[in-house]
């Protein structure tokens, strides 16, 4: 089976058994958006989403965050951890939005990456989920986990791992159009059952397709 075709197999047979793929991050506007992803770094979206509900009463606009105090803000998100960047982030990245993009959210990867605390991922995942374009696929730590354990990927070392060559191996395996629902479909797999410390590998849909599985019983 030519490695094209095992991908194929493995999105349909995720895609099949998470249904119902979207975001678990709670946002409604473009600035809840980029304040919520950026808190995401690190940090469950479970937590994320409890932090941002008194947040987002707080900031509604990327001028709110641009005019903040930023020990006020570092308070409110916390519990995200790594707050003293994030809170950074949320506050020069906002004042870049106001200033050079007149307060909207860029649509493009190129605007995207020149604003302070959004790196290629984050820029991914907002493009995706706000703007429907998958002009990349999110590499978070289970979507490198599992890409290193099937072996859609050439890095095998997890801790070293390059996340933008992991990144760019899966785009040559999965069709555009579907880059988000993968990445979707592995963040919902390595919760339910490709856990890290322990995989479920007995119960895995895609076990067949998988060189960690496979070499297990050899």
């Given at each position: 089976?030519?490695?094209?075709?095992?991908?194929?197999?493995?999105?349909?047979?995720?895609?099949?058994?998470?249904?119902?793929?979207?975001?678990?991050?709670?946002?409604?506007?473009?600035?809840?958006?980029?304040?919520?992803?950026?808190?995401?770094?690190?940090c469950t979206d479970k937590r994320v989403n409890i932090v941002t509900k008194n947040l987002f009463k707080k900031y509604r606009t990327f001028e709110d965050y641009a005019n903040s105090d930023i020990d006020e803000l570092k308070k409110i998100i916390h519990s995200t951890g790594f707050y003293n960047a994030k809170a950074k982030a949320l506050k020069l990245g906002a004042k870049r939005i106001v200033e050079e993009y007149d307060s909207k959210l860029p649509s493009t990867t190129v605007k995207l990456i020149t604003i302070p605390g959004i790196g290629k991922k984050v820029a991914n995942v907002i493009l995706s989920e706000w703007y429907r374009k998958n002009e990349g696929i999110a590499v978070d730590t289970?979507?490198?986990?599992?890409?290193?354990?099937?072996?859609?990927?050439?890095?095998?070392?997890?801790?070293?791992?390059?996340?933008?060559?992991?990144?760019?191996?899966?785009?040559?395996?999965?069709?555009?159009?579907?880059?988000?629902?993968?990445?979707?479909?592995?963040?919902?797999?390595?919760?339910?059952?490709?856990?890290?410390?322990?995989?479920?590998?007995?119960?895995?849909?895609?076990?067949?397709?998988?060189?960690y599985y496979n070499s297990l019983n050899k």
């Amino acid at each position: 089976m030519i490695i094209n075709q095992r991908a194929t197999n493995i999105y349909k047979k995720l895609t099949n058994t998470y249904p119902n793929l979207k975001s678990s991050l709670d946002f409604k506007t473009s600035s809840e958006v980029f304040a919520a992803v950026i808190l995401s770094a690190q940090c469950t979206d479970k937590r994320v989403n409890i932090v941002t509900k008194n947040l987002f009463k707080k900031y509604r606009t990327f001028e709110d965050y641009a005019n903040s105090d930023i020990d006020e803000l570092k308070k409110i998100i916390h519990s995200t951890g790594f707050y003293n960047a994030k809170a950074k982030a949320l506050k020069l990245g906002a004042k870049r939005i106001v200033e050079e993009y007149d307060s909207k959210l860029p649509s493009t990867t190129v605007k995207l990456i020149t604003i302070p605390g959004i790196g290629k991922k984050v820029a991914n995942v907002i493009l995706s989920e706000w703007y429907r374009k998958n002009e990349g696929i999110a590499v978070d730590t289970h979507n490198k986990r599992l890409a290193i354990r099937i072996g859609l990927t050439s890095e095998i070392d997890i801790k070293k791992a390059n996340t933008v060559k992991i990144e760019t191996d899966l785009k040559k395996l999965f069709s555009k159009k579907n880059w988000n629902k993968v990445s979707l479909a592995f963040i919902e797999h390595g919760r339910q059952v490709c856990l890290a410390r322990k995989p479920q590998c007995e119960k895995c849909v895609i076990n067949k397709y998988c060189d960690y599985y496979n070499s297990l019983n050899k």
